[in-house]
């Protein structure tokens, strides 16, 4: 079974609204951490947001904001008010503790082409 | 400057080749990643450092294998590249302090022929 899946391959959005990229995860682990990543055009990978396990509010940094919902095990980003240079690819990332069996790093999910529309 | 560089940016090399791709770092963290992103995919780990004398394998180690030469670089070698290798590549830092958050190298593209 995947660990992170992203189920919107590729998505278009009016510039200004609101756009919300879903993220569910799969893990038994009490203890972990999500992220998002941008990647433009351009090609690097640009930190947008983290969510640890414990964290009893949603994170936000500035337009983004994750939403949270543990329960369903759901971390899905939402971007207020686009912009056209939002346009690019959205990776949500899982990181669970090392504990010796598994191996450290992000595991990421296969990303959504977003594209912003003047 | 970068705070996570990587070279060289882009590579074309022949079957059979061998190939270092090499990252430095002056984020002063301890754990090192080397990933790769195939088209329409996630970046998937193939190597990961915790200091200079603990490295270990991630998802993909198959065909590649690195060298942690100080906790400042971490070099990634195809030892006789095939055209299934063709990817991006990234390699990323991280300091367990401050969650586990990655910061990563504008990556390398390379390209086996």
């Known amino acids: 079974a995947q660990k992170i899946t992203q189920t919107q391959p590729g998505m278009f959005v009016q510039e200004k609204e609101a756009v919300t990229l879903d993220c569910t995860y799969d893990t038994s682990d009490p203890s972990y951490g999500l992220f998002w990543y941008k990647q433009p055009s351009s090609g690097e990978m640009i930190f947008l947001i983290y969510?640890?396990?414990?964290?009893?509010q949603n994170a936000t940094e500035g337009r983004y904001s994750l939403n949270f919902q543990k329960a369903r095990k759901s971390a899905n980003l939402v971007i207020s008010a686009s912009q056209l240079g939002d346009s690019a690819m959205y990776f949500c990332a899982m990181r669970e503790p090392y504990s010796g069996g598994g191996a450290d790093g992000l595991t990421f999910g296969k990303g959504t082409h977003l594209i912003i529309q003047p | 400057d970068a705070d996570v560089t990587q070279t060289p940016r882009n590579r074309i090399t022949k079957t059979g080749k061998r190939i270092m791709l090499e990252c430095s770092q002056t984020?002063?963290?301890?754990?090192m990643y080397w990933y790769r992103q195939d088209p329409g995919l996630g970046l998937r780990l193939i190597y990961y450092?915790?200091?200079?004398?603990?490295?270990n394998k991630g998802e993909i180690s198959d065909g590649y294998s690195v060298s942690r030469q100080a906790q400042a670089k971490f070099s990634l070698s195809l030892e006789s590249a095939i055209p299934n290798q063709t990817a991006l590549y990234f390699c990323?830092?991280?300091?367990?302090?401050?969650?586990?958050?990655?910061?990563f190298g504008p990556g390398t593209r390379l390209t086996v022929l």
């Open positions: 450092s915790f200091d200079v004398k603990d490295i």
């Open positions: 984020k002063g963290h301890d754990r």
């Open positions: 990323a830092t991280s300091d367990f302090e401050t969650g586990g958050e990655q910061f």
């Open positions: 969510q640890g396990s414990y964290d009893q």
